[in-house]
């Protein structure tokens, strides 16, 4: 089985402002942008990129409820019935279970969030992470625009339109995948 070449235009920014600044313009000529990587978070970025809100808070609540659930589950269970205990003159079933509880839905909701993370940014085992540029992690700003979705332009047309953006460099990348 032979291997998918993709061809991607590759801007180097050396400011977070500039660049966000320039997905907005980037966009509004038509272009489709791969992906934006830099060194840190940078604050809206995502809107303009025209990302959705993540679902991720909801999944992080429905891993709470789950480790609750379970947790007050095998207190009850336990202490309720299969083997009670007189705690101090309480209920089998009281106030006790709060800390258990409590620690059973953290439990439960941070490694419900590290599988959802893996799998949603395909991070793992045997994954293969294109690196358009690797002073991405370091002090550069790469805007990559996949050419094979960005038919309408040239290379040349787009590759102008990210230096008068403000790139200060830009090339042409092959990516096997």
């Known amino acids: 089985m032979a291997?998918?070449?993709n061809k991607y235009i590759?801007?180097?920014f050396n400011d977070d402002e500039v660049i966000l600044n320039a997905v907005p313009q980037v966009r509004g000529k038509g272009i489709r942008i791969h992906?934006?990587?830099?060194?840190?978070?940078?604050?809206g970025?995502?809107?303009?990129?025209?990302?959705?809100?993540?679902?991720l808070p909801m999944a992080a609540f429905m891993f709470g409820a789950t480790g609750l659930t379970c947790a007050v589950s095998l207190?009850?269970?336990?202490?309720g019935s299969d083997w009670p205990m007189n705690v101090g003159g309480k209920p089998h079933v009281s106030v006790t279970m709060v800390p258990v509880?409590?620690?059973?839905?953290v439990l439960f909701t941070a490694l419900g969030m590290v599988g959802t993370f893996l799998?949603?940014?395909?991070?793992?085992?045997?994954?293969?992470?294109?690196?358009?540029d690797p002073r991405a992690s370091d002090d550069k700003f790469v805007m990559a625009i996949s050419l094979d979705a960005n038919t309408q332009l040239s290379a040349e047309e787009i590759m102008q339109t990210l230096r008068q953006q403000g790139a200060?460099?830009?090339y042409e990348k092959e990516v096997v995948e």
């Open 101 to 105: 509880s409590f620690e059973g839905t």
């Open 168 to 170: 200060t460099e830009v």
């Open 3 to 5: 291997a998918d070449t």
């Open 75 to 79: 207190i009850s269970l336990t202490m």
């Open 10 to 12: 590759v801007g180097i």
């Open 45 to 55: 970025i995502d809107p303009a990129l025209g990302y959705k809100r993540s679902r």
């Open 119 to 132: 799998l949603a940014s395909k991070l793992g085992p045997g994954s293969n992470k294109t690196i358009f």
């Open 35 to 43: 992906e934006v990587y830099s060194p840190f978070p940078i604050h």
